[in-house]
Nanobody, 126 residues
Framework: QVQLVESGGGLVQAGGSLRLSCAAS????????VGWFRQAPGKEREFVAG????????GYADSVKGRFTISRDNAKNTVYLQMNSLESEDTAVYYC???????????????????WGQGTQVTVSS
């Protein structure tokens, strides 16, 4: 099992950048795929980005392609989400989630992830 803790959220102006971190406990975190999801007020939670266990495969929602980058450092048990050119529409609570799989295919469905963090708020002011 793993426990996930997100950090790095905050208030930023439109066009700015933030880097979110997802720190995990557990010795086998390197065997987990990780996804970032977000939920804006009044909206469903949606997939943002995902990365395979090795970092060799990544995937992004169309709305963030070219602006967000997901990466991981398995030695530090941490996954990152670099967010650039932020827009007001990116305002949401961001969650990281983990899926114990060695598959390279990035899963976008929430149901594929069994472990979730508590979330970190990102607010983009226009």
């Amino acid at each position: 099992q793993v426990q996930l803790v997100e950090s790095g959220g905050g208030l930023v102006q439109a066009g700015g950048s933030l880097r979110l971190s997802c720190a995990a406990s557990g010795r086998t975190f390197s065997r987990y795929a990780v996804g970032w999801f977000r939920q804006a007020p009044g909206k469903e939670r949606e997939f943002v980005a995902g990365i395979s266990w090795s970092g060799g495969s990544t995937g992004y929602a169309d709305s963030v392609k070219g602006r967000f980058t997901i990466s991981r450092d398995n030695a530090k048990n941490t996954v990152y989400l670099q967010m650039n050119s932020l827009e007001s529409e990116d305002t949401a609570v961001y969650y990281c989630a983990a899926n114990p799989t060695l598959q390279l295919r990035i899963r976008v469905a929430q149901e594929a992830y069994g472990y979730w963090g508590q979330g970190t708020q990102v607010t983009v002011s226009s």
